[in-house]
């Protein structure tokens, strides 16, 4: 029935002309590896502030374009000719599938172009047709079923639903950046958000590589592409800190993570370090700390830090990864670890620990996966 899908983007309109064909260029690629991803077909056409993929599969292209970063929302549709009588032809072939007796249903029409018609007279004709062929009644205000009709120049499209999709920015827009990532709920849904304001992401793991690796598969489906990573066996060094540290292990523990993550930043020419840290979550998550910890390097984006954990656990659940996380305590956490700590005490046991001599030691170039 359908003959293509429209494709709908948002903030890429508020952007200037040449940034906004770099952002197409890049939305329109995503979208052919999210088709290939899913092993589905179809040409890619670019219109004005639109994106049609004319396909024998509307209904799986669309909802294989659910995940893609930068679409607002995806419509399978039928394509005519921006004629009156032909749009009430398909229109009303459409309504025949979709309306049932008793239905109360509405008609929409957006148009752009030079026509010898308005918008209301193509919504009064075919509306006027529905209701002669089927048993249903307008209602405009709450209807059962809508069909809308988009006019676009020369050419009309006629579709009965409106998918949403993840919207944001397109993957890859936005640069670089390593994002550390846990097999806990938070760390995955900041790794997320960041991906949904178009940041390419390195992924970093401190632990084993089979606990994470069902997490990054899920977040890959939303990138199109492989999420290159870099996964770091941690006890030694663990067990290091918590020796040495006291009450103080967990904020030596995080230092020590975004020191490994700023030599990473280096060598993967990234803009920056991406965490799941929340405020007053846990210990660690004082802003005393959070100031303490933040000394090791610049930039640090933290974009759950507002958030409360059921909101967290909303998103979790909304992209995925919340079934995939295992919320496991540390084995090396103290009893009762500081909740305020001070620069200058932290460096005299990083000192004592040796903990740039432990860093130099590890082959990172050897761990990227």
Partial sequence: MYTLVIVR???????????????????????????KRDNLEGKIIR?????????????????????????VSVSPAIETEAEIEEICKVGLDLARTKINEGEGFAVRVKRTGEHDFSSKDVEKELGGRILEDITASVNLDNPDKTIFVEILDENAFVFDKKIKCAGGLPYKTQGKVISLVSTGIDSPVALWMMMHRGCEIVALHFGKEKGIEDILKNLEEFSGCKIERYVISYDRILREISKNSGKYACIVCKRTMLRIAKKIEEI??????????????VASQTLEN???????????????????????????????????????????????PATRSKIKEIKTLEEKIGIE??????DLECLRK
Avoid at 357 to 362: D, F
């Fill in 47 to 71: 219109k004005r502030h639109r994106i049609y993929i004319k396909t024998k599969d509307a209904e799986k292209v669309a909802d294989s374009l659910k995940k893609v970063f930068g679409i």
């Fill in 268 to 281: 993967e020419n990234a803009h920056g370090i991406v965490t799941g840290d929340n405020l007053g979550q």
């Fill in 290 to 336: 959070l100031e303490v910890i933040s000394d090791v390097t610049s930039p640090i984006y933290r974009p759950l830090i507002g958030m409360d954990k059921n909101e967290i656990i909303r998103m979790a659940r909304e992209i995925g990864t919340y079934d995939l996380s295992k919320e496991t305590g540390c084995d090396f956490s103290p009893k009762k």
């Fill in 9 to 35: 983007y948002g903030e890429i309109f508020l952007k200037s002309e040449f940034v906004k064909r770099q952002f197409e260029d890049r939305l329109a690629g995503n979208i052919q590896l999210g088709l």
């Fill in 357 to 362: 001599k432990i860093i130099e030691e590890i």
